[in-house]
Each structure stands twice: as C-alpha cells, then as structure tokens.
C-alpha cells in the first residue's frame, strides 16, 4: 500500500519538479545551441557528436544549417553517437548507439570512423565537434595492443574506486586514441576546429568534459601512473606499457594542432 503524501511534501515535489524541468529546458539543443553555430566555411561541415546529448545536438546542428544556410548532403557529413536509446534522427548525419558508462563494441565502430572523418579533413573544411556528459565512454578508442575488454575492465574498476570523474578522465586520455587532444591532431589540416559542449562536471573545465578530445590535455602520463597506483586499480601489461612510454603522451599547450581549434 503506498503511503499518503502530505500537501507539503506534495507541494515541494512539484516545485522540484519544476526545477528540474527548467534546468533540462535551459541545457537541452534546441534552446542552447543553435546562437553558438557558426557561419559555414566554404568546404565541408563534418560534424562530430559524442555523449548522452550527442545524438541531439547533432540534429539540431544538421536541421540548423540546412534550414538557415541550405546546405545539403554534398556539404554536411558525420557521425554522431550517443548512448543507447539517446539516438536522434540528424539528417546527413549517421547516428550509432553505444555503450554507458562502460564501452562496447559500437562505440569501438564510431569512434574509428569519427577519426578516419576528422582525419579526412581539408583545408577548406570546418570540423564542428559536440560534446556533452557520456561522451568518454561513447569515443572509445584503445590506444596501442590495448583491447576493449581490458578497457571496460579498467572503466568499472575506477568506477568502483570512488574515484571522481577528473581522474578517471586523466587515465582515460592516456589510454586512448581519441581523448585528451587527440582528436584535434586527426583534424589538424582542417580549415578550423570548433568544438561546443554541453558540461557534466565542476567548474566547466573543457579539458575533462568528454575526456577533452580537442583541446590540449594538462594531465600527464605520471598523473595517470599516481591515480591508479592511489585508487588501487589493476592494470593490464599492456596498459602498463602505454603508461610507462613517453611517446603515449598526451598534446599540450603549444601543439600546432590547436593551432585552429577554438
């Protein structure tokens, strides 16, 4: 038998509520994104969406410059993917569901592509990247002999740590081939780079919102070594490899990939 609520806590509930309705209404696409869309460039606008809000800013940026600028498919390609049952219809845009908070194969499969887009970039080309909360479990993309199932082993183990989502990111970044600025390297004979993001985390920091795949990553490998040796988290050789050579570092401050990225 449910218990009878009191008026009170009944008026409190809807006043939450409503709250929460207008914090969603205030975050969604449809009511944030379209005044920070850019102009297009005069090449290709290959849009890039990862994360729970991936699928619908990519829709909302497809329908935008289509209907205000009336660019078609010849203009407007890319990949947008979003977590399982968080897909939306984004025309000239394929969509692909995957994995959250732990990787799966569809996210392996986006992710490729994502990169092999970026990397196709040219010189006349506007990469547009649109980032929310989710998105570094979506772009999953292992680094060296890294495999997925080892990847989700050491997602759930930081999840299980405690750990907060700064540093989960931090080791993220260095075990993958996408996060941390690495997306900007793919994209780098790109006209420009723009990346919008919808934050998740404290203080709004762009280098941990998705994992930071645009921007150059602060964090360093033996910042990743420390928190996982803190957080007790077992490691694999081949994430141990990854860990320990200095060539697996992460683009900083100063790389001329961001040179265009904004």
Known sequence: MTPEIDPATRALRTL???FLAAAIEAAHPDTCLPAH????????LIILGAGKAGGSM?????RFYREQHGL??????????ARHGY??????????EAGHPVPDEA?????????????AAGPDDEV???????GSANWIAPAGD????????????????GAPIGEINTVRKHLSRIKGGRLAVAARNARSILTLAISDVPFDDPAVIASGPTVPDPSTLADARAICERRGIPLPETAIRLLNDPLNETPKAGDPAFARAE
């Open 58 to 62: 990519a829709a909302v940026a497809s």
């Open 37 to 44: 869309l850019p102009p297009p460039t005069p090449g290709r």
């Open 72 to 81: 078609g498919d010849d203009r407007i390609v890319g990949l947008a993917v």
């Open 16 to 18: 939450l509520d409503g």
């Open 107 to 119: 996210g392996i499969a986006a992710t490729r592509e994502a990169l092999a887009l970026a990397t």
């Open 87 to 96: 897909g939306q219809d984004a025309p000239g845009i394929r969509m692909v």
């Open 146 to 161: 890294l495999t997925l199932i080892e990847k989700q082993a050491i997602t759930r183990a930081m999840l299980r740590s």
């Open 128 to 134: 547009l990247v649109l980032l929310s909360g989710g």
